[in-house]
């Protein structure tokens, strides 16, 4: 069966689209790819699973940006998205976040195909959400009301479509965002390769305001002289520079360190046994509140301990795995960051409760663990076009 993946991202540190691809290649589906990176984005790699791809370049991205301008530079992603897809016809279209979700809609339904949506948030409870924001939240609940199935990160964000959204609950399942532990790979160079720091502190993923990622730079003075911060992923110029300023400010730049973006199937063993991660997110707004972060999950499946913000899915992992701290949303600040990060070194987690934890990541918490119910969607699809 031919399967569309339509992506806003970049496919290399895409890790819940990279996941569902080589699943679905397992199966022996054909997988293409139409995808747009932003701009920031790292060097172009190809996903070895995937036979044709489809890179949508905007002629209009360089316009200014305004409220008419963003309508221009839709129109277009739109037309070439739908185009694209016309050129690939696949059965089954899996769309990834609401931005292609219209186009994604319109070509499953002229051509009499299957759409799979993928929601990664819940998008009209996000800080900036598309406007209008009510053309946008009615055409999300009709579309996934009137598509195969919709996945969604956590039964927090399921609840919230149901009760909240309108959708109908037989048309909305959970798809967490586990790590693929059967297919990850090793990353050859390793952090400690890099540095040989005693403790290495790390932050993994996009690199953007809203992380508390600038307090964790104003909290590195409270931390012992012999622990570092490592920044592993992507970002804008303007706030990784603020960063450096920062730390500059401060005089400790040379314990802060960029390391830029790791692919998703290297990252759990480019980062084994880090003394602490963090999973911060801003209670600004509910969709962040209910948040399902892969940094979590990939710290923990390295032996990793985590310092989290309170939201609802953090505290629920890291109470159950006894394995590291959660931070409340009000009291949050540097020196409390810097006693945080002190306390869980100094807990010095045993080998053993490092291992149960690993262990019980791959019985509770891996992509292996939900892969049949995301199977089970695309064989139900496939029925149709095997008649």
């Known amino acids: ?115 799979v949506y993928d929601s990664h948030e819940i998008h009209r409870e996000i800080l900036n959400p598309l406007k209008p924001k009510k053309f946008w939240d009615a055409a999300e609940t009709y579309i996934i009301n009137h598509s195969q199935i919709t996945f969604i990160t956590d039964h927090h964000r399921l609840n919230y479509m149901v009760t909240k959204a309108g959708v109908h609950a037989d048309k909305i399942t959970t798809l967490h965002n586990y790590p693929y532990l059967g297919e990850l790979r090793s990353a050859g160079k390793k952090l400690s390769d890099i540095s040989h720091s005693k403790q290495k502190v790390v932050y993994t993923g996009i690199i953007m305001p809203g992380r508390y990622i600038d ?7 409270y931390w012992q002289p012999d622990f570092d911060f490592y920044l592993i992923g992507d970002g804008g110029s303007e706030y990784i520079n603020l960063l450096k300023e920062i730390a500059s400010g401060l005089g400790v730049s040379e314990r802060v360190h960029l390391v830029g973006a790791v692919k998703w199937d290297e990252l759990v063993d480019f980062i ?87 262990k019980q990541l791959i019985d509770n918490y891996s992509w292996e663990s939900q892969e049949h119910q995301f199977l089970d969607v695309f064989s139900q699809a496939a029925k149709q076009y095997i008649k």
């Open 272 to 358: 084994d046994e880090s003394a602490v991660a963090f999973a911060f997110y801003k209670d600004n707004c509910l969709n962040n509140y209910y948040c399902s972060p892969n940094k979590l999950y990939e710290a923990l499946s390295s032996g990793t301990p985590v310092i989290g913000t309170k939201n609802p899915m953090i505290i629920e992992v890291l109470d159950k795995l006894d394995f590291g701290i959660c931070l409340d949303f009000k009291t949050i600040n540097p020196k409390a960051i810097g006693e945080a990060v002190n306390l869980t070194i100094f807990k010095n987690y045993s080998k053993d409760h490092r291992l149960n934890v690993k």
């Open 215 to 221: 307090e964790v730079v104003r909290s590195i003075p």
């Open 1 to 115: 069966m031919r399967i569309s993946v339509v992506l806003p991202d970049n496919i290399n540190t895409a890790s819940r689209a990279s996941k569902e691809i080589q699943t679905l290649k397992k199966e022996g589906h054909t997988i293409n790819l139409i995808y747009m990176p932003p701009a920031y984005a790292y060097e172009d790699m190809r996903n070895p699973n995937v036979s044709k791809y489809v890179r949508i370049r905007l002629l209009t991205r360089g316009l200014p940006r305004s409220t008419f301008f963003w309508a221009v530079k839709f129109l277009e992603f739109l037309i070439q998205t739908f185009f694209s897809l016309i050129r690939q016809r696949p059965d089954v279209v899996l769309c990834h976040d609401l931005l292609p979700l219209i186009p994604c809609f319109l070509y499953s339904k002229l051509f009499f195909k299957k759409l």
